[in-house]
Structure formats: structure tokens, C-alpha cells
């Protein structure tokens, strides 16, 4: 099998390292060869992130090269469009629309640019919007907005969903597992 | 079991599972989690030292009473402990002793970008480079057995894309703990200069002999391939060339000093073109070419600064494939900032507005000199604020100009290295002002214990040592406290502090939000009132923005990120910002 590149972004505390995490322990869960990398250190909130998750049956390198990801999935829109150029012509694009400021728009430096979905539209993708925020609250937590996301890629994954299901059962906790069970559900439907 | 776990998970694993006794390190990107998993393990005693030499210190302890032990640091650390290093491989050991350095090649959070193999070079130890997590589990018992059967400690080097990257990992058989005899033995722990001359040759003749190990160890593997390229590598540079050049032949060196100089001239003597794919510094390239062989791509076409990448590698080559994606240009920058209701924005609301000489150190206040603050002016390392205040106002006073600088630190890096700049400015009678952000955590590395928090790595109660009262023992007799959330109150603090001579202590003991969980109601702005003057947006919170419609851009607040700490309220001349009642939104 060819190597399967994701790349997820978002903004620090959204969650993305968990979602990242629940994509790698399906991969090993299902038998194949997995690395997943992010490059985190600050432990501020704000900041732009990004993982990668490769699955194959070898995986070398933990870095998913720009111009070859199969998958991208955004947990925000301007994040979306930063990393739009590491998707391979005609990849796929899911992503959240609830948008956050970065810090130089929240401080009057930069505006946060409006055709922003128009843009992705235009670009050399499959891409698919997603109202995670107000699915993840409906499931009942807002934080659950990394869980959403999950559930709106697992059609698209070379995973089963059943096994991704398991997996993020059993790293949620208490009153976590039915509010992500929800926020999966919520995702794959919307 | 199959785990798949990051490069530092699995070397705290691999710890635990080699009969490791004792770790001590202090936190540092990207080595940071190697401890915290040493201490979730459960049954293996670690802990945070206040500096990266005291922890070495204190595992040359540990390893001369018969335990195996295990120091962790960033790069910039090991400079710190290397006093401790380069006397440490005269003595050598007793049980195996590690010292794990994380390099941070591309700087996503470090000051400059060192490679540690020169350490291993400069203290002529030997060092293991893992390239994947299987690896680094794999290395830490190789690496104890290797230091106790040449006495030596032994550096293991990670990289980010290793500390950080997880991979598949199969655990072996895990050890059980064999800690030795306590020995008293002067002529290999007392470093008199007597005792050291006979330990330097020891250490030549070591030297030596791990060279001889260094071919035959399974450690440095050749993979034939086809013989028309072969690349000499290391650590996750082996993956990238892995997937850049499927079908050349490779020679992975996992014991990167001293380097195997056989087998590296078979290696060369066997291929056509030999290329050195190496991160940073030419350390395989300087020692190859000083062989006398010939290296037809090295440096010559790889950078010596940032990180490698298939990419870079293939370019390197000449086999660059057409266009390599771009990214979309002209989109706002999302650079990290303090959290919503940090306590820091309120002081750098503040030194913004009084337009000081800031002297910063090293922590998450150091994102200050970014705008819209740019209120700080000099970050060098931990403890630097203190002590190049101290230089500053010095010769300030020489050149007669009548301004007093303002050193900035947190609570970590205070015990860190700033107590001795603080000792030195009380006793040549300097005249700075000094505010220590004491949050009671280190912050920027995701809030580890330090002596300020009361409690151990391991969750342990313990001494909570106060900054205050130590302060006053330096021989600081000015020490006030500070709440930078008040911003009235901070001003005049702050202009006090400047306008008393001699050296002036202020000390902030808001906790990190981050860290112990704070949750406050948010704020929400009454849209009539709002005149949208801009003069909260200066506080640079994310909770902030204009709105994006209307006559008159006004300011709204994100309820989702507002953490309610008021200061962007304290802000506004129009009564326009007020706390919800009862609510709490804040979900980052």
C-alpha cells in the first residue's frame, strides 16, 4: 500500500495532538506502520499548529513533505488555507468554518482576510466545511470540536471506523466517552 | 505489547526497562517529557533539578552510589552542565550514566541551534543518535552497557523530530534493578591535578577503544544497495534519505562519536558517489574528509542551518521533482501569545506604556518583545535579564545617562540562574529593577514543578521555597509585591521601583492560569458604548477583535477564549467592557 499522508492544523488548544493521537493508535490498532509528529514546545494558547500522521506498511520519515498530503483537516479556516499547499493536486480538504483570531488580528496589526472559504474553494481540492463548534456543544462540550473533526475524515481514512470508534473510547474518560461518541457520530454526519 | 510512542517516551521507557535507578534533568524543548514519563512509569525515582548542572551533578551522585541513572536537558542545558561533563569523563562511572540531549535543529523553540555532537567530540564521550522510537527505547540499554563496560558516561542526542515523532515500538525484557556497592576510591573521583594527568590518558586510551568498538558494534549498520550512491547518516536524517533515495546504498551510524573508520572506508571504497546527509554542523564531514576521503556531496549542496527534508536531500542531488508546492501568501501571521487572562499582558501593558530598557530572559514572558508589546529588548539565556541589567545600568552610569533598566524573569528561571545575578547586583552595589513573574510553574514547557510550586515532579508534597524572603537574604533590602492584573497598581510600582536608587526587587505571585486551571467569567463589550479608539486592543489578547462590519469597526470579544481577567476592561475610557455575570465560556 502507498502511504497515506494527513496533515492536521489548527490553532494550540484546539485539540489537534489529541485528534492526531486517536488517527495513529487506529493505524497501529489496524496492523499498519505509523509515525505522527508535531512540532510543539510552547505551551501557549494561540499559536498555529500542525501534525502529521502517516500510515503504510513502512513508514520512514515522521515529516509529510508540502504537495503530498491525501488529507488535510483543519480545526479553522485561515489554518486551513496556511496549510492548503501541503495537499496533493486534488486531495482532500475538511475543515472546521468557526474561525479565531490570530493574535495580530485580534491586536489590530492584520485583518483577518474574508474570502477566506472562497479561496479554498478555488483551490486544486476536494474540500468540505464543517460546523464543528456547534456540533461539538450539541453533543455537549464544545471542547469535543477535535472529536468532530475525527468523525467528519473516518469515511475518507484507510481505517475502519469501527476500530477508530474503539480507540476513542478508550482514551476518553468519564462523562468524555459519550459526549465524543456524540461528537463522532455529529462529524460523520455533517 | 506494540505502543506507539514518541522518541522520549520511549527512552523513559527504555530507562525503566534497564534497570534505571535515578533521573534528574530540567525541562527543556524538546527533551521536556522524557522526565514527566519517567515519573508516570510509577516505580522509578526522578526528579526536577533547579538547573541542568545540578542534575548532572546530582546523577554522577546517583551513578558513583551504584545506581544507574539518567540526566535529560535541551541543548543550551548541556552548556550549562558542562563544568559537571568535562571533569565527569575523567572520572567516569560507577553504575552506566546517561546524559539525554535534545538538539532543536530549525529552532521551533530554542534560542540558537547547537549541535550537542560537538559535546560528545569536546568530552571525548560517546554518543548514540536513534532514528526512530524503537531506536531510542533500543539505545538506553546499549547506552548503560557501553558506559559500564568503559567507564564512561554516554551522551544520547535526539532531535526534535525524534523527541517529539511517535513510532511503533516493541518493548524488550525489562531489568530489574541492580544497584552496586558504594565505593570510596580518591584517584577516580578526586580530580587533583595529581589524579586527573593519569585520568586524561585513561581517557585517550578510551577513546581508542571505543573507536575499536565503533566497528564492530551492530550499532553502525551498512544497508548495500545499489552501489552507484552511497550516504553516510544518522538520526532522522537516515528516514529522510530512506525516502529520498530508496535505492541507495546507506551507512547508519547509530554510535556517532568516536566514528568507525574502517568501516567507513569500506563503505566509501564501495560505492561510487558518497554523499553525508547530516543536520546541522559537518561533524561526519570534517572527520571523513580529515580520512582523506573524498565526499562528493556534503555541506557543499546541504544547509548547516534548519532541519533536512527528503526535499532539500533530492534537490542536494539534482533530482528536485518540478515544482515544490508554495504556500498561499499575504495570510495574518498566527505567532503564539500569552493566554487569555495571562498575568504577564498586564505587566507588558505596562512596560510597553513606560517605553524602559527591558532586559528578558527566557520563558513564556520573552513573547513580550513581540508586537503590539515589543517591551523587551535583550533575551539571551536563563538568567541573563539579571545580570546584563546589572552591566547596563553600570556603564549607564559611567556614560552619566540617567536610566534604569528593568529585568524581567519568571519563578523557574529565577531558581534557575538568576539568584547569583541577583547576589551579584546586592554586592557591587547595583541599580536595576527586577520583576520576577514568580506563576509558581515553568510555563513555557508546559508547567513543570520547580521549587516554587510545593510539590514534586513525582507528586510529592514538599517545601515550597518563597522568593521573597531568599530575595532579602541576597542582600536586596527593596522587595515589593506586585499584581500585574491591577494596572494602576503596576504602574506605580513599577515607576517606585525606577525611581529608588540601587537594586529594586518587584515580585508578581499571580499563578499560571494554564497551569492550575483558573477560569473566570468573560467579558463582553456594550456595543453603544464602544467607540472602537483601539485602546484594549493594545493588552494583544486573542479574545480581541473589530468587528468585521458597520460604520465604525468596534471591538468584540470572543467569549469562546475570554478568560475574564478585566485587564483589556481597565483599558477603556467608555465603560464599554464588563464581565457576564455567572458565565464562563472560556474553552482554551
Redesign the interface.
Known amino acids: 500500500m502507498q502511504i497515506y499522508n494527513i496533515v492536521i492544523a489548527g ?4 485539540g489537534v495532538l489529541m485528534a492526531s ?1 486517536v488517527l ?2 487506529s ?2 490498532a489496524s496492523g499498519m ?16 499548529v500542525i501534525s502529521f500522521v502517516r500510515i503504510g506498511e513502512q ?5 509529510v ?3 503530498t498530503a491525501d488529507l488535510l483537516i483543519s480545526f479553522e479556516p ?2 486551513a ?7 496533493k493536486p486534488g486531495g482532500r480538504l475538511v475543515y472546521n468554518k468557526v474561525s ?15 474570502d477566506v472559504e472562497e ?1 479554498i474553494a478555488a483551490a486544486d481540492a476536494k474540500s468540505h466545511g464543517v460546523e464543528a ?1 456547534s456540533i461539538a456543544r450539541e453533543a455537549g462540550n ?2 469535543a470540536v477535535n472529536m468532530v473533526m475525527v468523525g467528519s475524515v473516518m469515511k475518507h481514512l484507510p481505517l475502519k471506523e469501527e476500530i477508530i470508534t474503539e480507540v476513542v473510547k478508550q482514551i476518553s474518560k468519564g462523562k468524555g466517552v459519550e459526549v465524543n461518541m456524540k461528537a463522532l457520530a455529529g462529524g460523520a454526519a455533517a | 505489547m506494540k505502543k506507539i510512542i514518541s522518541g522520549n517516551e520511549a527512552i523513559a521507557l527504555g530507562f525503566g526497562d534497564s534497570g534505571g535507578v535515578f533521573a534528574s534533568g530540567y525541562p527543556g524543548t524538546p527533551s521536556t517529557e522524557t522526565l514527566e514519563e519517567v515519573a508516570r512509569l510509577g516505580d522509578v525515582y526522578c526528579e526536577w533539578a533547579p538547573n541542568e548542572k545540578v542534575a548532572l551533578e546530582s546523577v554522577i551522585g546517583g551513578s558513583i552510589a551504584g545506581g544507574r541513572s539518567l540526566s535529560t536537558m535541551k541543548h543550551v542545558g548541556v552548556n550549562v552542565a558542562a563544568d559537571a561533563l568535562l571533569t565527569l569523563t575523567y572520572t567516569g562511572v560507577n553504575a552506566g550514566l546517561i546524559l539525554m540531549v535534545s538538539d532543536d535543529p530549525g529552532m521551533h523553540s530554542s534560542q540558537n541551534e547547537q549541535d550537542s555532537r560537538n559535546y560528545a567530540k569536546f568530552a571525548k564521550v560517546p554518543m548514540l543518535d536513534p532514528s526512530d522510537s524503537q531506536e531510542a527505547y533500543d539505545m538506553v540499554r546499549a547506552g548503560f552497557e557501553i558506559s559500564e563496560e568503559f567507564d564512561t558516561p554516554l551522551m544520547l542526542r535526539t532531535t526534535t523530530r525524534i523527541s517529539h515523532a511517535k513510532g511503533v515500538v516493541v518493548p524488550g525484557e525489562k531489568i530489574t534493578p541492580k544497584i552496586g556497592e558504594w565505593v570510596k576510591d580518591v584517584p577516580k573521583y578526586v580530580m587533583l591535578p595529581n589524579f586527573g594527568k593519569l585520568k586524561h590518558i585513561e581517557v585517550e586510551a578510551r577513546l581508542l577503544k571505543l573507536q575499536e568498538f565503533a566497528e564492530t558494534t551492530p550499532l553502525n549498520r551498512i544497508e548495500m544497495a545499489d552501489t552507484e550512491l552511497g550516504i553516510i547518516t544518522s538520526g532522522v536524517a537516515y528516514q529522510h534519505v530512506r525516502e529520498a533515495c530508496p535505492n541507495a546504498s546507506i551507512l547508519k551510524l547509530g554510535l556517532v562519536h568516536p566514528l568507525p573508520e574502517q568501516k567507513i572506508r569500506e563503505f566509501a571504497g564501495s560505492v561510487k558517489r558518497l554523499m553525508i546527509v547530516e543536520e546541522m554542523d559537518a561533524i561526519f564531514e570534517e572527520q571523513i574528509r580529515a580520512m582523506g576521503i573524498d565526499v562528493e556531496i556534503g555541506k557543499n549542496k546541504l544547509p548547516l542551518c534548519g532541519e533536512i527534508n527528503a526535499d532539500i536531500i533530492r534537490a542536494a542531488l539534482g533530482e528536485s521533482e518540478g515544482v515544490v508546492a508554495t504556500p498561499v501568501e499575504g495570510l495574518p501571521q498566527r505567532p503564539p501569545v500569552f493566554c487569555p487572562s495571562c498575568a504577564h499582558r498586564g505587566l507588558f501593558t505596562i512596560l510597553s506604556k513606560l517605553k524602559v530598557f527591558v532586559s528578558g530572559d527566557i520563558g513564556c514572558y520573552t513573547l513580550g518583545a513581540l508586537p503590539p508589546m515589543g517591551a523587551m529588548h535583550s533575551v539571551i539565556d536563563m538568567g541573563a535579564s539579571i545580570s546584563a541589567a546589572h552591566g547596563m545600568a553600570k556603564v549607564n552610569a559611567i556614560a552619566g545617562r540617567d536610566e534604569k533598566p528593568v529585568a524581567v524573569i519568571g519563578d523557574s528561571t529565577f531558581f534557575h540562574s538568576g539568584i547569583t545575578g541577583l547576589l551579584s547586583m546586592a554586592y557591587n552595589a547595583g541599580n536595576a529593577l527586577v520583576i520576577i513573574m514568580d506563576n509558581r510553574t515553568t510555563g513555557m514547557t508546559g508547567g513543570q514543578e520547580n521549587p516554587g510550586s510545593g510539590v514534586t515532579l513525582q507528586g510529592v508534597p514538599t517545601r515550597q521555597v518563597e522568593i521573597a524572603p531568599l530575595v532579602k537574604a541576597l542582600g536586596i533590602d527593596n522587595v515589593a509585591e506586585l499584581n500585574a492584573y491591577d494596572l494602576k497598581e503596576t504602574e506605580a510600582a513599577i515607576k517606585k521601583g525606577l525611581e529608588t536608587p540601587g537594586p529594586y526587587v518587584l515580585i508578581d505571585k499571580n499563578p499560571c492560569i494554564l497551569r492550575y486551571k483558573i477560569r473566570k467569567p468573560a467579558i463582553k463589550v456594550d456595543q453603544e458604548n464602544c467607540t472602537g479608539c483601539r485602546a484594549c486592543l493594545k493588552v494583544a489578547c486573542m479574545a480581541l477583535g473589530l468587528t468585521a462590519s458597520g460604520d465604525k469597526q468596534k471591538v468584540r470579544v470572543d467569549p469562546n477564549v475570554c478568560n475574564g481577567c478585566g485587564v483589556c476592561a481597565q483599558m477603556c475610557k467608555f465603560d464599554a467592557m464588563h464581565a457576564i455575570e455567572g458565565e464562563n465560556n472560556a474553552n482554551l
Open positions: 490553532v494550540g488548544g484546539q493521537k495513529a493508535e493505524a497501529l506502520d505509523v509515525k505522527q509528529n508535531e512540532v510543539h514546545g510552547m505551551a501557549q494558547r494561540g499559536g498555529s513508514v520512514n520519515s515522521p515529516v513533505m508540502p504537495g485561515l489554518e488555507l496556511r496549510y492548503i499547499h501541503y495537499l479565531i483570531n490570530p493574535s495580530t488580528v485580534a491586536a489590530g496589526l492584520a485583518v483577518y482576510p474574508q479561496q463548534l464544545g471542547k
